[in-house]
């Protein structure tokens, strides 16, 4: 808008001192150094709410999240999901080769089955001896001996069914299936590969169960609390503030780095789909009452910083002093420089210059509106004044 306005002002200014000879020209060329500002450039400074405290830094990570290994050597026969595919709970995703496991089922409900017959046959006998028993017919010793084969085959029988369960589980544990809704993020395994017990065959994530897994300086960890909350941005997302709250803090500091782990859940309900993404924020553990200035407001030259101030319908150019940069609204702290109620320019050019006139502007310039090529083709139907 302000660029604009420079443009539009500064061919008004040419174009009426080439109709009105030198002595209007001098004079357009000093209307031209004037600054035409419209009310929306300018911003008036004001105390704000200026949050402190420690910086956290980490990345985007599920809360559910599932490495998939093998619990048997087979080979892969099949890989159903690939990186990015949805997933259902209990769907299947990979299979493994089931031939072996499928004979020791088979042998495992055999020995089941013999197990059964010779429980089911020494408890008949066991029966009929203790109704001879009672008329006399069979001697004690007979009936002890017949109750200590019918219990050994009561053992017998419950080990065979134990191991019959076991061949059952051994064999559903060839068809790896989803623990839960989610994304596959990472698949390690191809149809022919060979896995052995524990090698990682794919990942699944519940992507809407995100999180911030940040770290805190141990210098500054006494002033993070449960419940705290917290303004980041996530790298890929550079112009959203994501809100989130302190969850958990890790009673350990890392030995390595000294920084202890704090866990931030989200309060946004829109939230990054991708995990392992960077992320920095503030922690809010306070919060002060200071002069806050725009980022846009602000010019930086070397090491020097300066806002545009405009005062008495000029442009002031005023050194600031800044502090630290509120995360919420990337708003800077002014600590000296400026008070409250000063104007300056929101977005301030290059091309302006301390003490220059500030004009304020109302509505575009009539010479502006008026001037079109078709104007500038024709000569004017009344004559020139004094001509």
């Known amino acids: 808008m302000l660029q604009h306005i420079f443009l539009v002002l500064a061919f008004g200014a040419a174009l009426a001192g080439c109709n009105k000879g030198p002595q209007a020209s001098d004079k ?19 105390n ?21 290994r093998a619990e048997v050597s087979a080979v892969v026969l099949r890989v159903l999901k690939e990186n990015g595919e949805s997933v259902k709970r209990g769907e299947l995703l990979v299979r493994l080769d089931d031939t072996s496991i499928r004979d020791s089922v088979t042998s495992a409900e055999a020995a089941a089955r013999s197990a059964t017959q010779t429980f089911d046959q020494t408890e008949r006998q066991l029966q009929r001896l203790k109704t001879l028993r009672g008329s006399g017919m069979a001697s004690l010793q007979q009936l002890e001996d017949t109750e200590i084969r019918r219990n050994n085959a009561q053992s017998d029988l419950v080990a065979a ?19 839960f809704d ?9 149809a022919g590969d060979t896995a052995q017990i524990g090698k990682e065959l794919l ?18 960890i006494s002033s993070v609390k449960l419940g705290q909350n917290v303004a980041f941005r996530v790298n890929g997302y ?49 919060s002060s009452q200071v002069l806050m200035i725009p980022d846009a407001a602000v010019v930086r030259n070397g090491d020097k910083t300066y806002a545009w101030r405009v005062a008495d319908a000029r442009l002031v150019k005023t050194s600031l002093v ?25 977005n301030p050019l290059s091309t302006l210059k301390d003490g220059q006139q500030v004009v304020a502007a109302t509505a575009a ?23």
């Open 28 to 46: 357009a060329a000093v209307a031209a150094a004037d600054v035409l500002i419209a009310p929306e450039d300018l911003i008036t400074v004001r």
């Open 48 to 68: 704000g709410s200026l949050v402190s405290g420690p910086v956290i830094t980490g990345s985007i990570q599920p809360e559910r999240r599932a490495d998939l």
């Open 161 to 179: 069914q134990a191991r019959n369960v076991q061949a059952r589980q051994q064999l559903q544990r060839t068809e790896v299936r989803a623990p």
């Open 182 to 190: 989610g994304v596959v993020s990472e698949r390690k395994v191809s």
């Open 203 to 220: 990942k699944v994530v519940d992507t809407t169960s995100m999180r911030f897994e940040g770290f805190v300086s141990a210098d500054r």
């Open 238 to 286: 550079n112009q959203k503030i994501f809100s989130g709250t302190v969850k958990r803090v890790d009673p350990a500091a890392n030995p390595t780095t000294r920084q202890v782990e704090v866990l931030v859940g989200f309060i946004d309900s829109t939230q990054p789909r991708v995990s392992g993404l960077y992320a920095e924020g503030r922690i809010e553990a306070g």
């Open 322 to 346: 800044v502090g630290e940069r509120d995360p919420r609204r990337g708003d800077f702290a002014v600590l000296s420089g400026l008070s409250d109620g000063d104007q300056v320019v929101r």
């Open 365 to 387: 310039p009539a010479a502006a509106v008026a001037v079109t090529p078709d104007t500038l083709a024709k000569p004017s139907d009344k004559p020139a004044a004094g001509g």
